[in-house]
């Protein structure tokens, strides 16, 4: 059996353990821990860029582009290097 809680630290309490020993009697268990601040941050970012119409647009755009290999800037190391002045 697998079940997800999703709580804040603060809500955790002695009914919330009881209620866990309570489901799953004696059976070994695994607790894992995550801070969901930092795992929705990537789609925070992305929710934010894709709020705006025209910035929505280009992103798909250039998905799109890039799916179709269309409107595509390609270079050798060489010329990246000539660019840095590395060359």
Request: proline share 0%.
């Amino acid at each position: 059996m697998e079940s997800k809680y999703q709580l804040k630290a603060s809500e955790l309490n002695r009914e919330f353990i009881d209620a866990i020993k309570l489901l799953y009697g004696d059976n070994q268990i695994s607790i894992s821990i995550t801070d969901i601040v930092q795992q929705t941050s990537t789609n925070d970012e992305t929710n934010y860029l894709l709020s705006n119409t025209a910035n929505r647009d280009l992103l798909l755009n250039s998905i799109n582009d890039i799916q179709s290999n269309k409107n595509l800037i390609t270079k050798t190391i060489e010329e990246l290097k000539q660019m840095t002045g590395d060359a």
